[in-house]
């Protein structure tokens, strides 16, 4: 399996993809305390292991200019929402930016149907996460 590094523009596909990873190895409740189904039982020292695992998998699925955000954050959880507000801003700038990028969509050559409606999905997903009404 492979996942693409966070980058400027994949935010939304890139923190599902790190969601069902650190799902599959239990450590999403370090990202996300309140996700249903976490027991409430574990010792500190296991939380705080799974909590520093969540974080080297996450830092070592995000391009190099975010090492540092990385590297200072106390926590999975921490690190998590800070990447979060980074990328996932409700602002003017990231929602003419993915207006943008949906008016110049364009199938690749080569580039299979259900990829390329893949991609447009992802955008229309992206704006709707943004506040846009289209």
Known sequence: MRIAKLGLN?????????????????LWAAVNPSAEGVKTR????????????ALGLIGLLVEDHLLRE????????????????????????????????LT?????GGEAMAVYLARSKDLMADLVAVGSES
């Open 42 to 53: 574990s010792s500190s020292s296991d939380t705080s292991d799974k909590s520093d695992e």
């Open 70 to 101: 990385v590297d200072e954050a106390e926590s999975a959880h921490a690190l998590w929402k800070t990447l979060e507000t980074m990328y996932a801003a409700k602002d003017t700038s990231r929602l003419l930016l993915l207006r943008q990028e």
């Open 104 to 108: 110049s969509l364009r199938k690749i």
């Open 10 to 26: 994949n935010y939304s596909t890139w923190s599902k993809r790190v969601k069902f990873l650190l799902k599959s190895k239990n």
